[in-house]
């Protein structure tokens, strides 16, 4: 028995070695944020605990960059993070003093060594930890998340799943072969990209269908960070589980499937129509999602968990739209001031900015509008009346009814093929941004850390440049356009920012201020289009 501790001691001590040694960048994620699980809760018939006040714990929290934007966002919530790396922990313990966060708390432990003293927690988010620890820490996890969850809490776990890791598992066994007599992370780093240059240098003649998919996957993983590399290929652990074992061992631990992160992976109807037949007649939501896994040869999942006691709903009425905020990020194909809202001909809204291959379609004046909507507010949970009104001003006439009736007929469908995001939180677009302002926690990444990105309000990392974080320095709310400008030309002309056009250095105040003035306005409206005005 000592022995046995010992040994999984010594497996603890490895792994927080190996993440001081070379830490993992700490990413807000959007799938994992309680905002989110709290939307698939209330659509699938829970009561989940509300948000202003919630206890939420992250396990592996690294330093912060998932959990902290929710302590800025809820000051009335508590948040606490566990890692086990020291550094991180430091870190984070860091940038909660420098933001004044009081209701947060990072501590530097095992998660085996939390027990039901440690608390109640009404959501639990473990992300990107269970495939990589070893077994006993993986059963620990699903046991957190039984005996810490609270009554109409979730949980949040993301993992590797198969089958869609065998291909990937080929290539990491051959760089765990290649690096295995070496000892530091540095070093297996490099002959581990030099490996990945091999395969693909093998490959690049090779037409038959495992190489043309080997070489694939080498050159994804050539692309990725070192950390990523570091921690996702070359740790001892990495363990990918079949979407139904991952459900049998939250099972033995009195927890039941809730939803995917992903909503529309869990819908038969989202496949092709001769698999939908297959699987329509599968009454089991885990055997059926199962199946689909083999189809699409799925890697990696994020799987919500509640208790084994919650009566959950998975009948979804059109009606249950209303109780949501919904964004939908599409494009029309011509604006509006350039069509007959009143006319019956088709309108084509293409997915996404630059996709002309996917779209919704409609005669509809109603739907059109509020599609319009949904453009006008691309990013901006609008709510279900929010919705109706906006649309129903595009009309001379009141047309509310008509616009209820088709948005009730449409949303929960879109939702459901992926097409349209749903939530709980209604936010709303800036009108005036004369004077930029952000939240405390982005102008502090942009000031104070190295940061090339920024958390926005839809939990999202939104990469930014050298001279983007310059400016959101001074987007505090009290300085003008025209001041942030002055600013900026003044350090320029002090040689801390330098402008060039056609590839000539700017020297000229004048200049310098044009280009400044251009290059601010730009970044104002992608501030705007990403959500990250306040």
Not at 135 to 154: M, Q, R, T, Y
Not at 209 to 229: C, I, K, N, T
């Amino acid at each position: 028995m000592n022995q046995e501790v010992a040994s999984d001691q010594d497996v603890i001590d490895r792994n927080d070695n190996s993440y001081d040694r070379m830490p993992y960048e700490s990413f807000p994620y959007k799938q994992s944020s309680m905002e989110h699980l709290a939307t698939m809760g209330q659509l699938f018939g829970m009561n989940p605990p509300a948000l202003d006040t919630a206890r939420v714990l992250e396990l592996g929290s690294a330093e912060g960059g998932n959990i902290i934007p929710f302590a800025e966002q809820y000051p009335k919530a508590k948040f606490v993070g566990v890692d086990l790396s020291e550094i991180q922990i430091a870190s984070g313990k860091k940038h909660i003093e420098n933001l004044k966060l009081d209701n947060i708390e990072l501590h530097h432990m095992s998660i085996t060594d939390i027990d039901k003293e440690f608390g109640e927690f009404d959501y639990i988010i473990c992300h990107g930890v269970l495939s990589w620890v070893p077994d006993f820490v993986a059963d620990k996890i699903l046991e957190v998340c039984n005996e810490n969850l609270s009554e109409n809490g979730i949980a949040y776990i993301s993992y590797n799943t198969l089958p869609g890791w065998n291909m990937i598992r080929t290539i990491r066994d051959m760089m765990l072969y290649h690096v295995k007599n070496i000892k530091t992370p540095e070093d297996k780093l490099v002959q581990a990209r030099a490996m990945i240059n091999f395969v693909k240098d093998s490959l690049k003649d090779s037409n038959t269908p495992h190489s043309v998919v080997l070489a694939q996957e080498a050159d994804l993983l050539a692309r990725h960070s070192d950390h990523y590399l570091v921690h996702e290929h070359l740790e001892d652990n990495n363990k990918q589980y079949y979407f139904n074992e991952f459900m049998e061992i939250a099972s033995n631990n009195k927890l039941q499937y809730l939803a995917d992160s992903s909503l529309s992976t869990m819908y038969v109807g989202n496949m092709s129509e001769a698999v939908a037949q297959k699987l329509d007649g599968v009454n089991d939501l885990v055997r059926s999602e199962q199946y689909m896994d083999f189809i699409n040869n799925r890697r990696f999942r994020s799987s919500l968990l509640c208790h084994s006691s919650v009566q959950l709903s998975r009948h979804l009425t059109n009606d249950l739209i209303k109780k949501f905020a919904m964004t939908f990020n599409l494009v029309p194909e011509k604006p509006i001031s350039e069509i007959n809202i009143e006319s019956d001909g088709v309108l084509k809204f293409f997915i996404g900015s630059d996709d002309q291959e996917r779209f919704v379609e409609t005669s509809s004046p109603e739907f059109k509008a509020i599609l319009y909507v949904f453009y006008d507010n691309v990013g901006f949970p609008q709510s279900f009346d929010s919705i109706v009104k906006k649309a129903n001003e595009i009309f001379k006439d009141d047309r509310k009814e008509k616009i209820e009736s088709d948005l009730v007929e449409n949303g929960i469908n879109l939702a459901v093929k992926g097409l349209m995001n749903i939530s709980l939180v209604e936010r709303n677009r800036r009108k005036d941004i004369d004077k930029p302002k952000l939240s405390k926690l982005a102008r502090y990444q942009a000031k104070d850390t190295e940061s090339l990105w920024a958390t926005n309000l839809n939990h999202e990392a939104i990469a930014i440049e050298v001279f983007e974080k310059y400016c959101m320095g001074y987007m505090d709310g009290e300085n003008t356009k025209e001041q942030i400008v002055e600013n900026l030309v003044e350090r320029a002309i002090n040689k801390e920012l330098h402008f060039s056009k056609a590839d000539v250095a700017l020297e000229k105040e004048e200049e310098i201020c044009i280009e400044v003035t251009r290059q601010l306005d730009l970044f104002i409206e992608k501030l705007d289009k990403n959500v990250l005005l306040v």
